[in-house]
């Protein structure tokens, strides 16, 4: 496994690549997650690149950039073992100059959710991606449908940019009592991490109501408050129910809607969602 740190390095390790590349971009502290992303990438590709990089620009407070958790050995070693090809490492001072004047907006997906709960996420996300998507020239990129307006910001950019890359989308890996893998779980204390569970409990009561039949946006996210409610340790960001394209608020929902959720224990901040649908998957239930 060849590791650039230079763009100029992964240029070059990129050439040498033959077939198509497929590229699993992330922010390090690897689990379960971004290795599912990585092992379909590594069967549907030719060549499998990885990159790992904390984004500064993605990261709205300062405090919460220095406590992401952060062990590259770990990664490199998870992403050898993984059968990736090459793994672009960067510096910040080598994706960003100081007087960097480009950056990617993309609008109306970003509105609601964690756009608006985030300012100023959604432009670090999709200008960092852009760059990497230049540097790495990947045929595929695969995400994780846990950051399902990410996803959608991303096919967004890709159709506006014309970048000939097709967006593959994995689904949430769980832990075996729902929570959604993420990076931000090892920063949870025992007791923190019990409460955490109650996302997925939330998600799992807004999909037995709406296999009931319940389509009314209103009810829907009540449900889930009130599951969030019963856990003293969550602080509720946000709860929405909406339309899964246009990502808009649902007064009544469709055949489908996408539930999420946002929500703070202690200090870290944790997103989950479902697809609402007439029957429950066999992950909702
Ligand atoms: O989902 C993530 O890990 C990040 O937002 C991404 C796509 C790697 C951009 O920094």
Known sequence: MRVASTIAEMRAVRRSLTGGVGFVPTLGALHEGHLSLVRASVEQNARTVASVFVNPTQFGDPADFDRYPRDTDRDLELLREAGVDAVFLPPASEIYAADDS??????????????????GHFRGVATVVTKLFNIVAPRRAYFGQKDAQQLAVLRRLVRDLHFDIEIVAMPTVREPDGLAMSSRNALLSPEQRRAAAGLYRALQRAQQL????????????GVMREALGGEPLAQVDYVSVADPASLREADSAGETALASLAVRIGAVRLIDNAILTPHASREMT
């Not at 709406?210 to 996210?221: K, Q, T, V």
């Open 102 to 119: 480009t950056f990617v907006e993309v609008e109306q997906v970003t509105e609601g959710l964690e756009g608006e709960h985030r300012p």
């Open 210 to 221: 709406f296999s009931a039949g319940e389509r009314d946006g209103e009810r829907l996210r």
